[in-house]
């Protein structure tokens, strides 16, 4: 088992990365994952809206049902609505944070995730030991795109939260999250990975692997993705 992540320098030579370049590696793409995408489709701020919706509208039902006067209601809603509209200031500001703090690099060797909104990591990833490269949508353009490992390569859920595939515990799946061109980085990264895998087994520096697989259910852009 490897141990994939780091802390972060306090000082980057490259943004995004923990060391210079390696000669002949080139960086194909930057980029940051979406606050605004964050927010709801990693943070569910429009459900826990809805949930203090739901709980000012039982507050009014209840009060009038029990003959509660008019201020007593309102002060009821009023509570509820303060309470809400600070949760969901927190979530936003955390959607922000990661948005700030994140970047995710790939280049013609690995892919790259430096993130903490606390405590700044890095996570290493070589081709080598990439499987499947899968995409799931979020909107018109946005989406997340998740990279399986090889078996034996494991990643801890919790460091990794919230750039994870959810609901991927015992095998977790690193992913680079609420992205508002998914499709076009999906599909740099799936050529990225194919073409390192083509050029070492061309050079004998590697076995023939499994070709860039696409999860079931999840959405590749381009044929670059969709070498099944």
Known sequence: MKQFVVREHEIEP????????????????????????????????????AYFVVLALWAVAAGLSDGQPAGGILFAVAVLTAIGAVLIGLVELFAWGVERTTLYTITSERLVMRFGVALSMTLNLPYRQINAVSMVER?????????????GH???????????????????????ICLEDAAGVSEVLARAVIAFRNSHMAA????????????PGYVAGGHAAAAE
Request: no cysteine; charged share 15%.
């Open 14 to 49: 490259v943004p995004g990365l923990p060391g210079a370049l390696p000669a002949g590696e080139r960086i194909l793409w930057q980029g940051r994952p979406s606050a605004r995408l964050v927010a709801r489709h990693s943070l569910k701020n429009v459900y826990l809206a």
């Open 139 to 151: 909107g018109k353009r946005g989406g997340s795109i998740a990279v399986a490992l090889l078996p």
């Open 154 to 176: 494991r990643l801890s859920w919790l460091v990794q939260w919230p750039h994870v595939r959810g609901w991927r515990f015992s095998e977790p799946q690193p992913a680079l």
């Open 204 to 215: 004998g520096l590697a076995r023939p692997a499994a070709p860039v697989a696409v999860s």
